[in-house]
C-alpha cells in the first residue's frame, strides 16, 4: 500500500540539540500529523498541519506542512532526555474516512 | 476521561489458531480505526468502522475481519495466524464529525504467533 517515505531512521543526539526529520510521499495529503510513540503504548498526537505551506509549533517542537502537499517536516530545538522515542509522520487524504498513512518513524535517542 | 483501552495487552498463540482482540474506544466515541505495527512495515492501516458499519479497509488478506458492536466496543479476528501476523495491533477511536487528528489510540495488543 501507500507508503510515507520518514528520515532519518534513526538519530543519536546531545542533550541540548536541535533534531529535524522529515517525511516525503508521491501522493498528496490534505492534512499532515505528527505523532510520538514510547515504549508499551500508542502513538499521541503532537502536531495536526492542515494546509500547505503551514507552520505550527507546539512548544519546542515546528513542523511544516510542504508547499507542494507532499512532504512535511518537524523540528525539537533543545531537546531533553524525555524526547526519547519514536516519532512518526502520518498524511490523511481526506477520502471519506479516518484512515491514515504513516511513515516508517524515526527513533530518537538523546545523550544526557 | 478514560483512554482507549485494548485487551489483552499480551498475547501468544500458534500457526493455525485464531485470536480475537478487543478495543473499548473513549466514551462517547463512535469510529474506531485498527492498524497493524511491525518494524519492517510500520504501522498500516487494517479498517475503520462507524455505528457498527465498516467504513473502510486497509490492504489485508480476509484472515482479518472486525466488527463494532452497539456500545462501539470494537473486536478484530485473526483466523489461521501465520507466524508474519506477529505485531502489536493498534486500535484509534475518534468522535464523529471531528477530524482524523482527533484519533487516539490505545496501548495496543502485542501478538506473538510462534
Known amino acids: 500500500g501507500q507508503q510515507l517515505n520518514q528520515s532519518p531512521q534513526s538519530m543519536f543526539i546531545q542533550e541540548g540539540e536541535d533534531v529535524s526529520m522529515n517525511c516525503t510521499s508521491s501522493?498528496?495529503?490534505?492534512?499532515w500529523l505528527w505523532y510520538k510513540q514510547d515504549p508499551g503504548e500508542g502513538p499521541v498526537l503532537l502536531i495536526a498541519?492542515?494546509?500547505?505551506?503551514e507552520l505550527t509549533s507546539n512548544g519546542r517542537l515546528t513542523a511544516q506542512f510542504g508547499i507542494t502537499r507532499k512532504d512535511s517536516f518537524l523540528n525539537i530545538s533543545a531537546s531533553i532526555p524525555s524526547d526519547v522515542g519514536i516519532y512518526f509522520c502520518?498524511?490523511?487524504?481526506?477520502?471519506?474516512?479516518?484512515?491514515?498513512?504513516f511513515g516508517k518513524g524515526t527513533k530518537l535517542s538523546v545523550i544526557p | 476521561k478514560a483512554g482507549v483501552t485494548q485487551t489483552p495487552r499480551y498475547l501468544i498463540k500458534t500457526r493455525g489458531q485464531q485470536v480475537t482482540l478487543s478495543c473499548s474506544p473513549i466514551?462517547?466515541?463512535?469510529?474506531v480505526s485498527w492498524y497493524q505495527q511491525t518494524p519492517g512495515q510500520g504501522l498500516q492501516f487494517l479498517f475503520e468502522?462507524?455505528?457498527?458499519?465498516?467504513?473502510n479497509k486497509g490492504n489485508f488478506p480476509g484472515r482479518f475481519s472486525g466488527r463494532q458492536f452497539s456500545n462501539s466496543r470494537s473486536e478484530m479476528n485473526v483466523s489461521t495466524l501465520e507466524l508474519g501476523d506477529s505485531a502489536l495491533y493498534l486500535c484509534?477511536?475518534?468522535?464523529?464529525?471531528?477530524?482524523?487528528?482527533?484519533?487516539?489510540f490505545g496501548p495496543g495488543t502485542r501478538l506473538l504467533v510462534l
Open positions: 502520518a498524511g490523511y487524504s481526506g477520502a471519506g474516512s479516518y484512515q491514515l498513512t
Open positions: 498541519l492542515y494546509k500547505a505551506g
Open positions: 501522493s498528496i495529503f490534505n492534512t
Open positions: 466514551s462517547g466515541h463512535r469510529s
Open positions: 468502522y462507524f455505528s457498527e458499519t465498516q467504513r
Open positions: 484509534a477511536s475518534s468522535f464523529q464529525l471531528a477530524g482524523p487528528e482527533t484519533q487516539y
